[in-house]
């Protein structure tokens, strides 16, 4: 997708982090823009900043883990703006410690939102832009920790792996049918955001009990080093950046970190090898 303005954008998540800056690009290049986010004051402060900036918006409360709230987001979408071009399924949470210490809470949550919301993102939308026959395009928001293997944050990875998975698969899939929808997968690393501070929006019946958590040395020192790498993580209006490029170069692949490369490197080769990785 070359020309962007006039087109009709679709974010989730967009009420925070990589979903607003995202947004806030969408505006400046001129696009009609829908904003969908599950925290209402968020999303209420990311319409009202587009609005003063002059864009058209949509602002719809979503939350993408139940498909009839993306099939609602569709139908609203549709509804206002008749059809829709780019679509940014990235709305994302982050839970977990251990694969076995997590609580199916923290499971049943993270999948939810980061995978399944994903899956829900591309089964609607995607029918939709192949009857519209015009150029398109979707990214999915995966993380590099959909590139890599280490331990913590069992749920997020997971989940995020999967993005990679589906977001390649479905790159092959279009590409087979010569359709007109493009697709990226997002993998970056520490960015700015609210991500650390998810639970704010976690629902009631995902709550963990008290006595569900396990908490140890080593997960809470873990977890103050990536509340700390967030903070000072690369700015969202950089990661839209390097969105809108892909998206304009038809790009499959947005690594907005080369310092992991290495790492990325080392996982592959150790696979190809058959060799085990290094712990420690």
């Given at each position: 997708?070359?020309?962007?303005?006039?087109?009709?954008?679709?974010?989730t998540g967009a009420g925070s982090g990589i979903g607003r800056?995202?947004?806030?690009?969408?505006?400046?290049e001129g696009m009609k823009v829908v904003v969908a986010d599950i925290e209402l004051a968020a999303l209420a402060r990311t319409e009202a900043d587009l609005r003063r900036e002059g864009a058209t918006v949509l602002c719809v409360h979503t939350d993408v883990s139940k498909v009839a709230e993306v099939e609602r987001l569709a139908e609203k979408t549709l509804g206002a703006f008749?059809?829709?071009?780019?679509?940014?399924?990235?709305?994302?949470?982050?839970?977990?410690?251990?694969?076995?210490?997590?609580?199916?809470?923290d499971w049943e949550w993270t999948l939810g939102v980061d995978l399944w919301g994903v899956i829900y993102g591309v089964k609607v939308f995607t029918?939709?832009?192949?009857?519209?026959?015009?150029?398109?395009?979707?990214?999915?928001?995966g993380s590099i920790a959909g590139l890599l293997a280490s331990p913590g944050l069992g749920p997020y990875?997971?989940?995020?792996?999967?993005?990679?998975?589906l977001s390649e698969t479905l790159y092959y899939e279009l590409a087979q049918r010569g359709a007109q929808v493009g697709v990226s997968?997002?993998?970056p690393g520490f960015v700015k955001t609210g991500i650390m501070s998810s639970e704010r929006n976690r629902p009631a019946a995902l709550q963990n009990e008290p006595h569900a958590v396990v908490t140890t040395p080593e997960a809470e020192q873990e977890h103050?080093?990536?509340v700390a790498a967030v903070a000072s993580g690369m700015a969202v209006e950089q990661v839209a950046d390097a969105v809108f490029a892909a998206v304009a170069a038809k790009q499959l692949y947005i690594l907005t970190h080369s310092d992991f490369n290495e790492v990325i490197r080392e996982r592959a080769e150790n696979i190809l090898l058959q060799r085990n990785p290094a712990v420690g």
């Amino acid at each position: 997708m070359q020309q962007f303005r006039d087109k009709v954008a679709v974010i989730t998540g967009a009420g925070s982090g990589i979903g607003r800056g995202i947004a806030a690009r969408c505006a400046r290049e001129g696009m009609k823009v829908v904003v969908a986010d599950i925290e209402l004051a968020a999303l209420a402060r990311t319409e009202a900043d587009l609005r003063r900036e002059g864009a058209t918006v949509l602002c719809v409360h979503t939350d993408v883990s139940k498909v009839a709230e993306v099939e609602r987001l569709a139908e609203k979408t549709l509804g206002a703006f008749g059809a829709v071009h780019l679509l940014v399924n990235n709305a994302g949470v982050g839970a977990g410690t251990t694969v076995w210490e997590s609580t199916l809470a923290d499971w049943e949550w993270t999948l939810g939102v980061d995978l399944w919301g994903v899956i829900y993102g591309v089964k609607v939308f995607t029918p939709l832009m192949l009857a519209q026959g015009t150029e398109c395009h979707i990214v999915n928001v995966g993380s590099i920790a959909g590139l890599l293997a280490s331990p913590g944050l069992g749920p997020y990875k997971v989940a995020k792996h999967g993005v990679v998975s589906l977001s390649e698969t479905l790159y092959y899939e279009l590409a087979q049918r010569g359709a007109q929808v493009g697709v990226s997968v997002l993998c970056p690393g520490f960015v700015k955001t609210g991500i650390m501070s998810s639970e704010r929006n976690r629902p009631a019946a995902l709550q963990n009990e008290p006595h569900a958590v396990v908490t140890t040395p080593e997960a809470e020192q873990e977890h103050a080093a990536f509340v700390a790498a967030v903070a000072s993580g690369m700015a969202v209006e950089q990661v839209a950046d390097a969105v809108f490029a892909a998206v304009a170069a038809k790009q499959l692949y947005i690594l907005t970190h080369s310092d992991f490369n290495e790492v990325i490197r080392e996982r592959a080769e150790n696979i190809l090898l058959q060799r085990n990785p290094a712990v420690g």
